[in-house]
C-alpha cells in the first residue's frame, strides 16, 4: 500500500527555520521522485521543489530557490524539505506527492495529507 506521511510543519518566526518530512511506505525512492508543493488560502497550488534520488536531481522553484534545499535519507526511506530564511508568504498547506521523474512528463499518482506551516511573528 502506498503511503505518504508529511511531518514537521508548525508556527515559525520570520527568519526561522523548519524542516518538513515526507516519510514514504510501500515503495522505494530508489525509483521514484518526490515533490512539493504548497498551497495558501485563496491561492492555487505550488510547485515548490523535485526531488529524484534515482538521478541526483533537484528543482526548487524562484520563490525559494537558494532557501529550501531536499534531501534524504535512504534508510529511512524519507525525503525532507529544510526550509530556512522563511518568509511570510511562506504560510501554507505543504504536501509531498509521487512521480516517476523530475521531468514534467508524468502527473503526481500518491500524495500525503499535507502539513500546517504558519510563519508569523
Known amino acids: 500500500q502506498v503511503q505518504l506521511v508529511e511531518s514537521g510543519g508548525g508556527l515559525v518566526q520570520p527568519g526561522g527555520s523548519l524542516r518538513l518530512s515526507c516519510a514514504a511506505s510501500?515503495?522505494?525512492?530508489?525509483?521514484?521522485?518526490i515533490g512539493w508543493f504548497r498551497q495558501a488560502p485563496g491561492r492555487e497550488r505550488e510547485g515548490v521543489s523535485c526531488?529524484?534520488?534515482?538521478?541526483?536531481?533537484?528543482y526548487y522553484s524562484d520563490s525559494v530557490k537558494g532557501r529550501f534545499t531536499a534531501s534524504r535519507d535512504n534508510a529511512k526511506n524519507t525525503v525532507y524539505l529544510q526550509m530556512n530564511s522563511l518568509k511570510p508568504e511562506d504560510t501554507a498547506v505543504y504536501y509531498c506527492a509521487r512521480t516517476p521523474d523530475c521531468s514534467g512528463k508524468y502527473l503526481y499518482d500518491f500524495w500525503g495529507q499535507g502539513t500546517q506551516v504558519t510563519v508569523s511573528s
Open positions: 526531488f529524484s534520488s534515482s538521478d541526483g536531481s533537484t
Open positions: 510501500g515503495f522505494s525512492l530508489d525509483y521514484f521522485a
